[in-house]
């Protein structure tokens, strides 16, 4: 695989960053992912805007202006012959030669910034989005500021093994008895007509998908109601769903020991991927 790497185009075995880069050391750092259905990125104005937001919130510096972020997407995505993935990158504070808890000066300590690429043929045609997810409730045990997409991922990452552990695909979080949203997803349940979903704030990442589908939404004749919701509401719903960069819209169909609806995919959120993959593909550049 051939990877970025602060400027450079490298075989992924020779790209190397430093013992003191304040990510390895202290989770200082963001990123984001981007998935590419036939060999076009999807919703790259989106992320790139999302990561410009996180660095600002974290004060941190972006070291390339969107268009070179797009020709880098778009040279890993040619040297790859990447035609369906994910492109992960990462940008952090850089490592300043020593261990300490102050930021470094962002005069002199340049950031850090990775690009990589992971393919995954049937991304689109997923048979998970055919049979629908298993997820479990746990408790939302992260930090504050879920709107920051910083690499601190273990409590997620803990959540997925929860899950796993259970026989589920995955975990929805819930904090003060409301669902916040999945381990690597905002989550969603449909009553009637009507998408529910919490709204943004510091509580959740405001997903890329997210806005899109809650955009969407018209065209498959469905209301968007935000609001926090309970884990019994959504085992009680119609249908449920989640959605993210990689999984587009992915039903629901399960939640702890109760089905959702009748148990299997519902058709409106299966109506509400279509639509995504249809607009997004003809919007992908
Ligand atoms: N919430 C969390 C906690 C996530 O990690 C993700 C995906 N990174 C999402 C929501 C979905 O965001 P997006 O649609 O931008 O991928």
Redesign the pocket.
């Known amino acids: 695989r051939t990877v970025y790497l602060n400027g450079e185009y490298l075989p992924e075995h020779e790209a190397k960053v430093s013992i003191f880069d304040r990510a390895f050391l202290m989770a200082d750092g963001v990123y984001e992912?981007t998935s590419v259905l036939g060999g076009k990125l999807i919703d790259f104005p989106?992320?790139a805007a999302?990561l410009d937001r996180s660095l600002t919130e974290l004060g941190m510096r972006n070291p390339v202006s969107t268009d070179e972020l797009l020709e880098i997407h778009r040279e890993l995505v040619r040297a790859n012959d990447l035609d369906e993935g994910l492109i992960y990158l990462q940008i952090t504070r850089g490592a300043p030669g020593d261990r300490d808890f102050v930021f470094p000066d962002p005069e002199t300590t340049e950031p850090t910034i990775v690009l990589f690429t992971q393919s995954k043929p049937g991304l689109a045609d997923s048979p998970s989005a055919k049979k629908g997810l298993h997820v479990i409730s746990i408790a939302d045990e992260r930090w504050g500021r879920?709107d920051i997409?910083t690499v601190q991922?273990l409590y997620?990452s803990m959540g997925k093994m929860m899950a796993k552990k259970a026989g589920a695909d995955d975990a929805w979080m819930v904090q003060d008895g409301f669902v916040t949203?999945?381990?690597?997803?905002?989550a969603y349940f449909i009553k009637g007509n009507r998408i529910v979903t919490r709204p943004r704030s510091y509580d959740?990442?405001?997903?890329?998908?997210?806005a899109a589908v809650l955009r969407f939404a018209a065209e498959a004749q469905m209301e968007v109601e935000e609001r926090p919701f309970t884990v019994d509401e959504a085992k009680q719903a119609d249908e449920a769903f989640i959605?993210?960069?990689?999984a587009f819209v992915t039903p629901v169909v399960r939640i702890d020991d109760t089905p959702v609806g009748d148990g299997t995919p519902g058709p409106k959120a299966l109506r509400l991927r279509e639509i995504y993959l249809e607009e997004s593909l003809k919007a992908a550049i």
Request: hydrophobic share 25%.
């Open positions: 992912v989106g992320h999302r879920r997409k991922l997620p949203e999945g381990t690597s997803n905002n959740i990442l405001h997903g890329i998908t997210r959605t993210s960069a990689s």
